[in-house]
């Protein structure tokens, strides 16, 4: 399952231990582009609650996705075709 890991202290972030927590508890970084505040890293659900502990300073989040709306129109209306 994927995760949103989110840095909140203030000292600055160690990317090795990160990194080292991460690959710990057999999890992997799959973007990291908005390190090093933010990260999306993929890890098994039973092993969250260890991750939270070992990376102090970080809020762990579980990705959420959301349904696009169309924006094709639809055909006919309240009225009906004419």
């Known amino acids: 399952m994927n995760y949103i890991i989110k840095h909140t202290g203030d000292k600055p972030v160690d990317l090795k231990k990160v990194a080292e927590v991460i690959r710990a508890h057999q999890g992997s970084l799959i973007d990291g582009s908005s390190m090093p505040s933010m990260g999306l890293v993929n890890i ?8 939270k502990q070992n990376l102090e300073e970080w809020q762990v989040f579980p990705e959420k ?18």
Do not use: D, H, N
């Open 44 to 51: 098994a659900p039973e092993a969250i609650e260890s991750l």
């Open 65 to 82: 996705s959301y349904e696009v709306p169309s924006t094709r129109k639809k055909a006919g209306g309240p009225f009906g075709r004419f």
